[in-house]
């Protein structure tokens, strides 16, 4: 496995932008997450793709955030009009769901720092 | 969600053992207990989960209390690598999300 990777690493931008990351998870995980991370505080869930269906999302993903999987391989999270407090490490995993009903491990990419200006 | 607490930090020295805590009181019967660590700047990283029994695995070992309302992480030896933020995680099976709380920064000197 050539592990979780996420493009760009980092990205600065004005507020009102829109902004795009990707991420590409471990070949034949069927499960990705989105996380998001602010300084000080453990990853907060914002949603999950099992194949390319969204199954949930947090309250905390507002109308301006939107996250895609086509055809159930990489990924996107879309922000629209940037805010100053959506500055943060978007942070992306994926595992494979076990069948056996044990939990599955989840392994994270090296996260996208976005700083909003 | 299971609440869980957690040091805010601990010290130790390099090739000591560390034994991390972590009271879920709250825990369901049906919760796993997920251990994760996030190096700096990285993305956090699987350590190790249990349900009742104690576990071993390369990384650590983790020792669930009889009750299951606390649990301990154990590096038998601990290294400068092994300085990271430690997150404890009570998490359903077969339910995906991770719910992770402040965890414990853990400083190792050598």
């Known amino acids: 496995d050539t592990g979780v990777s996420q493009d760009p690493r980092h990205k600065i931008t004005k507020r009102g932008q829109n902004v795009t990351f990707r991420c590409d998870p471990i070949s034949e995980h069927n499960r990705l997450y989105w996380y998001r991370q602010t300084l000080g505080q453990g990853p907060e869930f914002l949603t999950y793709?099992?194949?390319?269906?969204?199954?949930?999302k947090s309250r905390l993903l507002s109308d301006r955030f939107s996250a895609e999987r086509p055809k159930g391989s990489f990924s996107t999270l879309e922000i629209q009009r940037t805010e100053q407090g959506d500055s943060a490490m978007y942070l992306c995993?994926?595992?494979?769901?076990?069948?056996?009903?044990?939990?599955?491990?989840?392994?994270f990419g090296p996260g996208t720092r976005l700083t909003v200006l | 969600d299971a609440k869980t607490t957690q040091p805010n930090s601990m010290e130790s020295n390099e090739e000591e053992p560390v034994h991390l805590p972590c009271n879920h009181s709250?825990?369901?019967?049906?919760?796993?207990i997920h251990w994760y660590r996030q190096l700096p700047s990285q993305g956090p990283e699987y350590v190790i989960h249990g349900l009742t029994s104690n576990v071993n695995n390369r990384m650590a070992s983790l020792a669930i209390a009889e009750d299951r309302k606390s649990s301990t992480l154990i590096l038998h030896r601990a290294t400068l690598r092994d300085a990271a933020v430690y997150y404890c995680i009570p998490a359903i099976s077969g339910y995906s999300t991770l719910t992770f709380g402040k965890g414990t920064m853990l400083l190792v000197s050598p």
């Open positions: 709250t825990i369901s019967g049906t919760d796993y």
């Open positions: 995993a994926s595992s494979r769901r076990t069948l056996s009903g044990l939990p599955d491990t989840q392994y």
């Open positions: 793709f099992q194949n390319e269906a969204q199954l949930e």
